[in-house]
């Protein structure tokens, strides 16, 4: 009886001691678009090993090893061996990701070097990724909130770098909510309103911020700037405009230091 016990604690806390993570994210390299990644990997006892993929449905998608180090708040690994590869280029040219990363809220961030086999390094960059299943999770969320946007108000309005977006208001009262619906990815905005500054270089996460107003009669002139482009190229911020009897759904697409004005018309 006693070796049937042993038996089945041993099973239990090798369940308990090896589990399987799936991360997806980018690379970033200046001047470059970003890289997509993703790994898989099990961890046992803090030690990775598993494998990633670079470059997932482009022409050079490859799939290398890794192994390294996990804790709930950091990430090391290394790729060492090519597994299989779309790309027809040698395999001396092919560039092996070693990258440290940190928790920060519901993401990780950090540096990657990458290295040739001879050691020679050839590439340098930041590193964003999150949980496969969460972000999955976060992609449906936001599209059920496109899907009812689309149902109350039959359009999102997309706007850019300096376009001019004039809405009709009904009631003097005013609210605004912005916040980042996909992956959060350390955008921030600041809010002018009237010449007079709401929201000062506010970091943008998927919880909503609000920004309340009362209007004067005529025509309100609200500026929206773009304070960086966070880790994601363009800083993407959704916005919905609350007036008594309807929503005005938004989403800005701002290059740094650019802005877009809302005239807003009571």
């Known amino acids: 009886m006693m070796k049937y016990f042993f038996l089945f604690f041993l099973f239990t806390f090798q369940i308990q001691a090896q589990s399987q993570y799936d991360f997806v994210g980018f690379l970033f390299i200046e001047n470059t678009r970003p890289i997509s990644y993703r790994m898989i990997f099990d961890v046992e006892n803090g030690s990775i090993n598993g494998y990633s993929i670079t470059g997932i449905g482009t022409s050079f998608e490859t799939k290398s090893e890794i192994n390294g180090k996990y804790s709930k708040k950091s990430i090391e690994l290394k790729e060492y ?14 560039c092996f990701i070693d990258l440290t990363a940190e928790k920060e809220g519901k993401n990780y961030q950090g540096k990657f070097t990458g290295y040739y086999l001879d050691s020679t390094i050839c590439a340098q960059g930041k590193i964003v990724f999150s949980e496969k299943a969460k972000l999955e999770k976060q992609i449906k969320k936001t599209q059920k909130i496109y899907d009812f946007v689309k149902r109350k108000e039959n359009e999102l309005t997309i706007l850019r770098s300096g376009d001019i977006h004039t809405i009709s208001w009904s009631d003097q009262k005013f609210k605004m909510q912005l916040w980042d619906s996909a992956l959060e990815d350390n955008d921030r905005m600041t809010v002018v309103i009237n010449g007079v500054v709401q929201m000062k270089n506010e970091p943008m996460f ?5 920004i309340s107003y009362i209007l004067k009669e005529g025509e309100n002139t609200i500026q929206i700037i773009a304070e960086n482009e966070g880790d994601v190229a363009n800083n993407t911020t959704r916005i919905e405009l609350i007036d008594k009897s309807k929503k005005h759904a938004i989403l800005s697409e701002l290059q740094e230091g650019k802005s877009l004005i809302l005239k807003i018309v009571l």
């Open 81 to 94: 061996q090519i597994i299989s590869t779309l790309s027809e280029e040698p395999i001396s040219s092919f």
């Open 206 to 210: 998927n919880k909503k911020k609000s």
